[in-house]
């Protein structure tokens, strides 16, 4: 079946730095979907991202299909970034990815 | 704009009760809608898809008679933890999308504590 990998698993910064979270999923048919979730479980989404590059505020999504991967930097970092970031390949069902836990310290 | 209202946002039950979550799509018609479950480990498992109109899709290890889905209308799904055991602990996602077919928005979840 499909398989997405996200990484780094964790991921400490100090505030005002650069975060760069990589997605990397085996289907060439991508419809990718980023998504923030609360340390309280609500699941946010960031961006839906086919392919090529979105940008909102800090966060910007980058979507290779044909290499298959795609990314999510996050610039100037601030502690209420601080969570677990999925990404998730979307089939006939949403497959998720294995998570990247920000942890942004003051 | 888009979202997705689940009921309750917590509950314990005790082992071998049942219970029953809502999810309620509100902004637009949720032609599909998925259930999650996400592990205390964070894993995602899919555990069925439904579709207005569809018979409703069973994920492998998850089925009807355990989950039963009900799926009556475009803003409406609600799911059902027959004879709740510890191993159906965690978080119970609905996940919602219109016809349009792109993005899919997130209810706040039901956590599901098993005692």
């Known amino acids: 079946g499909q398989q997405v990998q996200q990484s780094p698993a964790s991921l400490v910064l100090q505030e005002g730095e650069n975060a760069e979270l990589q997605c990397n999923f085996s289907?060439?048919?991508?419809?990718l979907q980023w998504f923030y979730q609360h340390p309280g479980g609500r699941l946010v989404s960031l961006f839906y991202n086919p392919s090529g590059t979105k940008h909102t505020g800090r966060l910007t999504s980058t979507t290779v299909t044909n290499e298959r991967r795609g990314s999510l930097h996050i610039s100037s970092s601030q502690t209420t970034d601080s969570g677990t970031y999925f990404c998730?390949?979307?089939?006939?069902?949403?497959?998720f990815g294995t998570g990247t836990s920000l942890l942004v310290d003051p | 704009g888009a979202l997705v209202y689940q009921y309750p946002r917590r509950t314990i039950c005790k082992s071998g009760t049942s219970m029953r979550m809502e999810c309620q799509a509100v902004?637009?018609?949720?032609?599909?809608v998925a259930w999650y479950r996400q592990s205390p480990q964070k894993t995602f498992e899919l555990i069925a898809l439904s579709t207005v109109n569809s018979a409703i899709k069973y994920e492998q290890n998850f089925t009807q008679e355990k989950f039963p889905i009900s799926h009556p209308n475009l803003s409406f799904s609600s799911m059902t933890v027959l004879n709740a055991y510890l191993e159906d602990r965690g978080l119970y996602l609905c996940?919602?999308?219109?016809?349009?077919?792109?993005?899919?928005?997130f209810g706040k979840g039901t956590r599901l504590t098993v005692v």
């Open positions: 902004g637009f018609q949720a032609t599909s």
């Open positions: 998730a390949n979307m089939g006939y069902k949403l497959t």
């Open positions: 289907s060439t048919a991508t419809r």
């Open positions: 996940g919602a999308r219109d016809g349009g077919g792109t993005e899919v928005f």
